[in-house]
């Protein structure tokens, strides 16, 4: 078990608990899940159309003898202006399978070097109103602009309040424990969690 430190919205410590996110690091799972993410976040949506599918170039251009020009037998083949487009994109789903045990290893893993980092905080959230001035503050308390935070509910007031006060902080992000990936765990400087959202992630990656 792993120490982390407990801060209320002013960044003062008022407690600690224990963490299970202790592991060593599995880089190459991280790797496999976090390519796995990033082309499932590709649209695939590219398309072009076929010498078949262009309209137009029912008839041919030109007489076959006589011109003085290649023969030709459509305007609308790929190599002429406005013709059809040889080998190229079509429509294309980039998803890669990942298994769910991998895929919580990779998360856990990723938790993990956060810890190892020093990159992890709990937050003791009891935010009653919306104000960014206090999450600015915050920020500057754990000298680090990037900043993931990860709340349990966003129904519960408090966690729509942290929400609220720190959508338009440049840089911060806030999800849900539904939403944590390796992408934004390694992407963000430090990950900020709630005590409740340090509960579940345990309970469901213990």
């Given amino acids: 078990m792993t120490t982390l430190n407990i801060l209320n919205v002013l960044g003062e410590q008022v407690g600690t608990v224990e963490t299970i996110f202790n592991i060593e690091p599995n880089k190459s799972v991280m790797h496999e899940v976090l390519t796995a993410e990033l082309a499932a976040a590709r649209q695939g949506s590219a398309s072009t159309l076929k010498k078949g599918e262009v309209r ?8 076959q003898k006589g011109t003085g020009r290649a023969r030709q037998g459509s305007i609308r083949a790929p190599h002429m202006r406005g013709g059809g487009v040889t080998f190229g994109p079509k429509p294309r789903d980039f998803d890669k399978k990942v298994n769910k045990k991998v895929r919580a290893l990779a998360i856990k893993s990723a938790l993990s070097a956060k810890v190892l980092n020093s990159e992890m905080l709990v937050l003791d959230n009891n935010l009653d109103s919306v104000k960014t001035k206090n999450m600015v503050n915050f920020m500057d308390k754990i000298d680090s602009k990037k900043v993931l935070f990860v709340v349990s509910d966003f129904m519960a007031d408090s966690d729509w309040n942290l929400y609220l006060s720190s959508r338009n902080i440049k840089d911060a992000m806030i999800i849900d424990i539904t939403e944590v990936s390796v ?22 990656l213990a």
């Avoid at 137009?56 to 007489?63: A, M, S, T, Y």
């Avoid at 992408?183 to 469901?204: F, I, N, R």
Wanted: net charge positive; charged share 35%; proline share 3%.
């Fill in 56 to 63: 137009g170039g029912g008839r041919k251009p030109f007489k």
């Fill in 183 to 204: 992408y934004w765990l390694l992407k963000q400087e430090k990950v900020v969690l709630t005590k409740e959202a340090l509960a579940k992630l345990e309970e469901v």
